[in-house]
């Protein structure tokens, strides 16, 4: 498997604003910035007309969050079990 450079090395943690590497406190900060994201998002009444439009939604829940929030992945999404 190649690495994924949408993670900390040695680690499964997604790189992050904040550079959390702990995943517990990674996933509280991400809870918190994508839930203000929510309220964004809904104030703002994003209409789904075309595909890009998802990448839109997607920048708004997690431009806190991401420095590649609303972009294309440049590797496909995996799960690591």
Do not use: C
């Amino acid at each position: 498997m190649s690495k994924d450079p949408y993670v900390y090395d040695d680690t499964n943690v997604l790189k992050n604003l904040a550079n959390i590497k702990e995943q517990h406190k990674f996933d509280d900060y991400e809870t918190t910035m994508v839930n203000l994201g929510i309220i964004k998002l809904l104030k703002s009444k994003v209409e789904i007309s075309k595909v890009n439009d998802i990448f839109l939604i997607h920048k708004i829940l997690f431009e806190n969050v991401y420095e590649w929030a609303g972009k294309y992945r440049i590797i496909n999404i995996y799960i690591i079990l």
